[in-house]
């Protein structure tokens, strides 16, 4: 039996973090969604510190940049620049679709960069994508138990 993807979601709006809890329901696949509201926690909660330390590290990060203190560009590049969590793929979820923000995000290591899209249909079938391609055609990285990891595994 395999075991469900862990995703990360990163993102202060409230209703956004809701259509994308509703929009994995529906899948066959039942990943397990956290949800952090700020960039400062989302550094937090990867790096397992304070109320994060027992977490499961996940497989994925789903960013919005739009963030109040830490914005998501700066998570992006802490998280591309330790060594600890470069390797987990971080998806930029965001309502902009500025050339520059984009191409700002992949020199920072996005692996990649999807703007939300302004109806609910839409929205539901591109968050299910998202999740459909990292967790059923690529390829990951295997996760060891200090964290790091080394061998790639074909998602499941």
Known sequence: MRRPAELLLVD??????????EALAETDR???????EGGAEALAFLRRNGKYAHV????????????????GLEVLAEVKADPALRDIPVVVFSS???????????????????????DLKRFFLVVQSIERFWFSYASLPLKESNGSSNDARTAD
Not at 96 to 101: G, I, K, Q, V
């Open 30 to 36: 039942q990943s397990r969604l956290h949800c952090v």
């Open 56 to 71: 499961v590290r996940p497989d994925l990060v789903i960013l919005d940049l739009n963030l109040p203190k830490t914005g």
């Open 96 to 118: 902009s679709e500025s050339r520059r923000d984009i191409a700002r995000c992949y020199k920072l290591g996005a692996n990649c960069y999807v703007s939300k899209p302004g």
């Open 12 to 21: 202060d709006n409230p209703a956004d973090l809701s259509l994308v809890r």
